[in-house]
């Protein structure tokens, strides 16, 4: 089929190149020409395992190409999908439907027949009754224009495979005074199962809903993992206190089935461009359908989290004598998560710059989100190897969990560090070799005997 995507971010370039890998004839459109020039030459502009070898592929197939041609890319395409941002507005929780609109509205103006736009992004419920009929009163005479929510559910890291090979899919359609589907809607649901054929036909479960479900399917799913990252983090101020072991405890809960072990792995929180975003537009959209209360837990979730980043920075200062002016910190991670190089909201950065912003020089290392991070705080000092950024150091924090620190030994960091003392952050190492090899081990949610 032909398809076009609308946004070229992550969640855009990631749903072009799977579909064009789906067999599908793909134009990605995007209003930044630079980021449309990359993405021409075969370069992606962030890191996404897999990615960049797909995206050169269907470049050479002919399958993928880019423009920021909407008179060039809707013509083309018979199903729009649509996978622009929406941050979090500057002045409140509520998120930015801003670009979301521009574009539904320049698709149903640029549609020279019937066609189907997909809503990919993460919006407010309620968001795609409103853009049907946005679509509607924007489409010329005698065109139709059907809206279909189909939300994502992307792993930063292991987005290619979430896309080809979702654990579930999920379709929000139109629905009349009585609730019924529209006959439009039920006609755009067979496209879609076309487009997915591939994917239906390896099982993989479909739900078919109403908008207002549909839309709430992610910042739900969103919601319930930063509530239990957040109740783990929680917990671990308790058995920090009282010397228990959060590690054996969420391994004790986890194994009942209702709860599983997922998710609870205690630290300095949750980032990045979703979770925080996400709870907090929920508690926005709710507090404009007057039913804040009903997630006002959301906000003691938030609170929680931020909260570990404070209790990182103030675990320093305590282990180094009450002041971390002047003294080398190294910190290890700078991106929110590993196999990735975004930064937003991200707790390592946080903590790094609060850090230097106490007086410490602080250097950062992470293995693809340096660039990214000097960004943000252009006046932390990142280097290019762990090596370099522990090179006497009196202070080891590890707050990002990529491979190559989960695998660090004492003895690698032994010779280059000024004083043996480390904060795992994500409670990544084995606590009894570093002890053993004489170094000063803290971690969340443990009193280290």
């Keep these: 089929m032909k398809l076009t995507v609308i946004g070229t971010g992550y969640l855009g370039a990631t749903h072009a190149v799977s579909m064009a890998e789906l067999g599908h004839e793909v134009i990605g459109l995007d209003v930044d020409q630079a980021k449309i020039n990359a993405l021409a030459s075969g370069q992606v502009p962030f890191h996404e395992p897999g990615l960049p070898e797909l995206l050169n592929k269907h470049i050479g197939t ?34 930015d439907m801003r670009y979301v609109d521009a574009a539904v509205t320049q698709i149903a103006r640029a549609a020279d027949r019937d066609c189907i736009i997909v809503g990919k992004s993460t919006v407010p419920v309620g968001s795609a ?74 099982e993989i479960p479909l739900i078919v809903t109403d908008y207002q479900t549909a839309e709430l399917v992610k910042v739900a799913a969103n919601s319930f993992l930063a509530t239990k990252i957040s109740f783990i983090n929680a917990l671990s101020e308790i058995t920090e206190t009282v010397g228990g072991d959060i590690r054996t405890l969420a391994d004790a809960i986890g194994l ?20 925080p975003k996400d709870i907090r537009a929920l508690r926005a959209r709710a507090a404009e359908l007057g039913v804040d209360q009903s997630v006002r837990f959301l906000a003691e979730v938030d609170d929680i989290n931020l909260r570990r980043r404070e209790h990182t920075v103030q675990l320093a200062v305590q282990q180094l004598g ?32 609060r ?17 990214n991070a000097a960004k943000r705080y252009p006046r932390l000092d990142y280097v290019g190897s762990i090596e370099q950024a522990v090179a006497r150091a009196e202070m080891v924090l590890l707050l990002t969990e990529w491979k190559e620190f989960r695998e660090l030994t004492p003895e690698q960091l032994e010779p280059l560090v000024r004083e043996r003392t480390i904060v795992d952050g994500r409670n990544a190492l084995d606590p009894e070799q570093w002890i053993e090899a004489g170094w000063k081990y803290m971690a969340a949610g443990r009193r280290i005997r």
């Design 62 to 95: 002919g399958k993928l190409r880019f423009t920021t041609s909407y008179g060039e890319a809707v013509p083309f395409g018979d199903v729009h999908f649509v996978g622009v941002g929406t941050p979090q507005k500057a002045e409140s929780h509520a998120a």
């Design 129 to 202: 009754a409103r853009l049907q009929e946005l679509a509607r009163e924007n489409a010329a005479d005698g065109v139709r224009v059907t809206l279909v929510w189909n939300p994502e559910f992307l792993r930063e890291g292991h987005a290619v495979d979430d896309t080809l090979t979702p654990d579930r899919m999920v379709l929000g359609l139109e629905t009349d005074a009585n609730g019924q589907y529209t006959e439009e809607a039920l006609a755009a649901e067979k496209v879609l199962r076309e487009v997915y054929a591939s994917q239906l036909a390896a």
């Design 256 to 275: 009942d089935e209702r709860i599983g072990r997922k998710f609870l792995n205690a630290g300095v929180g949750f980032g990045g461009g979703c979770l």
């Design 322 to 353: 009450g002041s971390v002016h002047g003294r080398d910190i190294a910190v290890l991670g700078a991106a929110f998560k590993p196999e990735s190089d975004d930064v937003r909201d991200s707790p390592a950065l946080d903590i790094a710059a």
């Design 355 to 371: 850090l230097h912003s106490m007086g410490a020089e602080v250097h950062v290392y992470d293995p693809q989100a340096n660039a």
